[in-house]
C-alpha cells in the first residue's frame, strides 16, 4: 500500500505561480507512475500531467506549457509547478500513484485563482 500527501495548494492572483508537493510512503521508483489531476467544481476529475519510474513526463494538451512535473527520488516526492496561472486553474489537485496495479489518492490540496 502506498499513501500519498499533497500540500502547496492557496491562493493566487491570475498570472502568479504556485509548486505542489505529492509526497509518497514509499521509494517512488517501485511506483509505476505518479501523477496530478484536478477536479474543479461541477466538473469532472481530469488528468494534469503523470510521470513514470523511468521519468517519463506526460501532460494534458491544454497545459503544456504551462505546468510542469517533476521529481525528486531522494525526498519521495513528485512536484508541479504550475505558471502563467488563470482562472480556470481553479479546483481540487489530486495526487495519484500507481503501485502494484492499484490506484491510491491522496486528499486534494485547493488551488484558487483570483482574477
Known amino acids: 500500500q502506498v499513501q500519498v500527501v499533497e500540500s502547496g495548494g492557496g491562493l493566487v492572483q491570475a498570472g502568479g505561480t504556485l509548486r505542489l508537493s505529492c509526497a509518497a510512503s514509499v521509494n517512488i521508483l517501485r511506483i509505476a507512475a505518479m501523477g496530478w489531476h484536478r477536479q474543479a467544481p461541477g466538473k469532472q476529475r481530469e488528468l494534469v500531467a503523470t510521470i513514470s519510474n523511468g521519468g517519463g513526463a506526460d501532460y494534458a494538451d491544454s497545459l503544456k506549457g504551462r505546468f510542469a512535473i517533476s521529481r525528486d527520488i531522494a525526498r519521495n516526492t513528485v512536484y508541479l509547478q504550475m505558471n502563467s496561472l488563470k482562472p480556470e486553474d481553479t479546483a481540487v489537485y489530486y495526487c495519484?500513484?500507481?503501485?502494484?496495479?492499484?490506484?491510491?489518492w491522496g486528499q486534494g490540496t485547493q488551488v484558487t485563482v483570483s482574477s
Open positions: 495519484n500513484a500507481k503501485y502494484r496495479g492499484e490506484s491510491y
